[in-house]
C-alpha cells in the first residue's frame, strides 16, 4: 500500500489565485482529514469526511473546500488565496468504528505559500 | 473550550539517555490520547496509543503513562537515539464524539551525540 499521498508537495501562489491540493489514500478507510500546521504551532482541523459524499467543518474551514466522491480522494479547494493560508497542508486517513481504538495515517504535506 | 497542551517546548538529551516528553490535556471526558513523531519536512507518524481505562503501555522503546487524576500524559522513550530528534505531539480525542483529534502545541526533542 502506498498509504496516503498527497500532490504537489510545493507550490507558490499569487494572492487571489485558486489551486486544489491533492489527496488520495489506499486502505480503504472511511475518514479522512484535511489540517494545516503553521510554524512551530501544531495541526488545526480544516474539513473532514466520513465517506463518500459527506464532509464537514473542523476548527478553521474558512476559505477552503472540500468534495469527497470517492472513498480513496479527498482534494482540497483553496478558492482566493490569501498570505494567511501560507502553512503546509496534511491529509490523513483512518477507519473508523464507533468507540474503537483507530489511529489517523498522515500523508507527507503540501508546503504551501501565497505572496 | 478543549486543549492540549505541552509543559515544554524544547527538550535536549545526551544519546543514550531517556527521554520524557509531557502533555497535559484538559477534557476530562477524553478516552483515547495518541502520541506522534514528527520529523522534519514529513507528515506526523503514529508512535503509541492508549485507552482510558489504561495508565501504562509500552512500545518498542517508547513507554506512554497517562494520569487521569491531573489529566496528564507523558510519553517516554528509552535511550534515546540521534533517530528520534523529531517533533512530538500528543492528541485526543473523545471516540463517543466522532474521530477528530485535539492535538497539542508539540515538544522539538534534540538528541546530543
Known amino acids: 500500500n502506498a498509504g496516503v499521498t498527497q500532490t504537489p508537495k510545493f507550490r507558490i501562489l499569487k494572492i487571489g489565485q485558486s489551486m486544489t491540493l491533492q489527496c488520495t489514500q489506499d486502505?480503504?478507510?472511511?475518514?479522512m482529514y484535511w489540517y494545516r500546521q503553521d510554524p512551530g504551532m501544531g495541526l488545526k482541523l480544516i474539513y473532514y469526511?466520513?465517506?463518500?459524499?459527506?464532509?464537514d467543518k473542523g476548527e478553521v474551514p474558512n476559505g477552503y473546500n472540500v468534495s469527497r466522491s470517492t472513498t480513496e480522494d479527498f482534494p482540497l479547494r483553496l478558492e482566493l488565496a490569501a498570505p494567511s493560508q501560507t502553512s503546509v497542508y496534511f491529509c490523513?486517513?483512518?477507519?473508523?468504528?464507533?468507540?474503537?481504538?483507530?489511529?489517523?495515517?498522515f500523508g507527507p504535506g503540501t508546503r504551501l505559500t501565497v505572496l | 473550550g478543549e486543549s492540549v497542551g505541552l509543559h515544554l517546548p524544547t527538550l535536549s538529551v545526551q544519546e543514550g539517555d531517556n527521554s520524557i516528553i509531557n502533555c497535559a490535556y484538559s477534557?476530562?471526558?477524553?478516552?483515547?490520547f495518541i502520541w506522534y513523531k514528527q520529523e522534519s519536512g514529513k507528515g506526523p507518524q503514529f508512535i503509541i496509543d492508549?485507552?482510558?481505562?489504561?495508565d501504562k503501555r509500552q512500545g518498542q522503546r517508547v513507554t506512554v503513562l497517562l494520569n487521569k487524576t491531573v489529566k496528564h500524559l507523558s510519553l517516554q522513550i528509552a535511550a534515546t537515539q540521534p533517530g528520534d530528534s523529531a517533533v512530538y505531539f500528543c492528541?485526543?480525542?473523545?471516540?463517543?464524539?466522532?474521530?477528530?483529534?485535539?492535538f497539542g502545541a508539540g515538544t522539538i526533542l534534540r538528541v546530543k551525540s
Open positions: 490523513a486517513s483512518s477507519y473508523y468504528r464507533t468507540k474503537a481504538r483507530d489511529t489517523q495515517y
Open positions: 486502505m480503504n478507510h472511511n475518514y
Open positions: 469526511s466520513v465517506g463518500a459524499g459527506i464532509t
Open positions: 477534557n476530562s471526558a477524553s478516552d483515547y
Open positions: 492508549i485507552r482510558s481505562n489504561m
Open positions: 492528541a485526543e480525542k473523545n471516540t463517543e464524539y466522532g474521530n477528530k483529534l485535539v
